[in-house]
């Protein structure tokens, strides 16, 4: 099993900017994509966007060329980097980590974008 923690919502207002983290432990394997997701109010869950074991990077129309996905594979670690936020973008958060064996989900984190 793979555990995430999730931490770096929070309050911020539009034009505004955020970086969440996902901290992964457990049985990682060494080909795996990790990513976020939101779920807005109301709304289905949609990718934001992921990156692969190899680098690979996804994004989610809504999000390209505002949000950057990186990771530090010494620390297990991915981060999203939230610049430009609008209220649209407010949601909670979750990361996902996922292999041939595995698909597991973080706790979520809170981010909201309001005046």
């Known amino acids: 099993q793979v555990q995430l923690v999730e931490s770096g919502g929070g309050l911020v207002q539009p034009g505004g900017s955020l970086r969440l983290s996902c901290a992964a432990s457990?049985?990682?394997?060494?080909?795996?994509?990790m990513g976020w997701h939101r779920q807005a109010p109301g709304k289905q869950r949609e990718l934001v966007a992921t990156i692969t074991s190899g680098g690979k990077r996804n994004y989610a129309d809504s999000v390209k060329g505002r949000f950057t996905i990186s990771r530090d594979e010494l620390k297990s670690t991915v981060y999203l980097q939230m610049n430009s936020l609008k209220t649209d973008d407010t949601a909670v958060y979750y990361c996902?980590?996922?292999?041939?064996?595995?698909?597991?989900w973080g706790q979520g984190t809170q981010v909201t974008v309001s005046s």
């Open positions: 996902n980590y996922r292999n041939s064996l595995v698909d597991s």
């Open positions: 457990g049985s990682i394997f060494s080909i795996y994509s």
